[in-house]
């Protein structure tokens, strides 16, 4: 099984709209259930539901991966609506006039839901899903993923240990050669700014998780010596947070 690797942050995402006909200008492109319906630029929920209700489509996402999601909630009357990226990526349930951002982990299938109650009533409109900008990393054989403790020892006068074991966090460190001067450059900007960052770790079809920091004491990719200056090397180290 191949395992890939990804290190990104949720200050920086894509442009790119995920989905299409985010704004609703015309009826075309989301699949539509009971009380839904997509007119005047906007999609409107009636009320006439009587079960939960969705508007969808398919659109380009990856189970484990964070989207920004951001939709316009408006003629606000009853019940309650959300957005799902996956089927199983739940966002908060929305029951005011407002427009709303949040980052939803992508789970299930490839299907983007605005998702209501039985009672829900308004109108939804400037849909947007997009991508957290990732950097695909491919470190070399010494990659170490694993956890250390912070902790204390303590010998009393009769000659016992006592160890004393406050917490635990996340330790990951590996190398890497060859790594384009864009993706360096962007790596480099987190350990300068003390980024909170994300560390997925992709093995088939699950994908582990890891909050993180970027540690070096010095920056971290450095430029190769000519005729490669367009690319980096270095040790990246990242710690849990």
Same mark, same amino acid.
């Given at each position: 099984m191949t395992t890939s690797y990804e290190l990104g942050s949720s200050a920086n995402f894509l442009a790119t709209n995920l989905v299409t006909n985010g704004t609703f200008d015309a009826d075309a492109s989301w699949i539509?259930?009971?009380?839904w319906s997509i007119a005047a630029g906007v999609a409107h929920c009636d009320g006439s539901q009587v079960a939960a209700s969705n508007i969808r489509q398919t659109i380009s996402v990856t189970p484990g991966k964070i989207y920004r999601v951001t939709f316009t909630l408006?003629?606000?009357?009853a019940g309650n609506v959300k957005a799902l990226v996956g089927g199983n990526g739940d966002g908060t349930s929305r029951s005011s006039n407002d427009t709303?951002?949040?980052?939803?982990?992508?789970?299930?299938s490839s299907v983007f839901y605005i998702?209501?109650?039985a009672d829900f009533i308004g109108d939804i409109d400037n849909v947007s899903v997009v991508a957290m900008e990732t950097v695909t990393l491919y470190p070399e054989y010494d990659l170490k993923l694993g956890e250390k =403790?912070?902790? /204390?020892?303590?010998?009393?006068?009769?000659g016992k240990l006592y160890l004393y074991k406050w917490s635990d966090y996340e330790h990951i460190e590996f190398s890497l050669n060859w790594l384009p001067s864009s993706d360096a450059a962007l790596v480099n900007?987190?350990?300068?700014?003390?980024a909170e960052l994300l560390f997925f770790v992709n093995s088939g079809t699950a994908t582990a998780v890891h909050s993180v920091m970027i540690l070096n004491e010095d920056t971290?990719? =450095?430029?190769? /010596?000519?005729?490669?200056?367009?690319?980096?090397r270095g040790r990246?180290?990242?710690?849990?947070?």
């Amino acid at each position: 099984m191949t395992t890939s690797y990804e290190l990104g942050s949720s200050a920086n995402f894509l442009a790119t709209n995920l989905v299409t006909n985010g704004t609703f200008d015309a009826d075309a492109s989301w699949i539509k259930d009971t009380g839904w319906s997509i007119a005047a630029g906007v999609a409107h929920c009636d009320g006439s539901q009587v079960a939960a209700s969705n508007i969808r489509q398919t659109i380009s996402v990856t189970p484990g991966k964070i989207y920004r999601v951001t939709f316009t909630l408006s003629n606000y009357s009853a019940g309650n609506v959300k957005a799902l990226v996956g089927g199983n990526g739940d966002g908060t349930s929305r029951s005011s006039n407002d427009t709303y951002i949040e980052d939803i982990v992508c789970a299930g299938s490839s299907v983007f839901y605005i998702y209501c109650d039985a009672d829900f009533i308004g109108d939804i409109d400037n849909v947007s899903v997009v991508a957290m900008e990732t950097v695909t990393l491919y470190p070399e054989y010494d990659l170490k993923l694993g956890e250390k =403790q912070v902790r /204390n020892e303590h010998r009393s006068r009769s000659g016992k240990l006592y160890l004393y074991k406050w917490s635990d966090y996340e330790h990951i460190e590996f190398s890497l050669n060859w790594l384009p001067s864009s993706d360096a450059a962007l790596v480099n900007s987190w350990w300068d700014s003390n980024a909170e960052l994300l560390f997925f770790v992709n093995s088939g079809t699950a994908t582990a998780v890891h909050s993180v920091m970027i540690l070096n004491e010095d920056t971290p990719l =450095q430029q190769f /010596n000519q005729p490669y200056t367009d690319y980096y090397r270095g040790r990246i180290l990242l710690e849990g947070y």
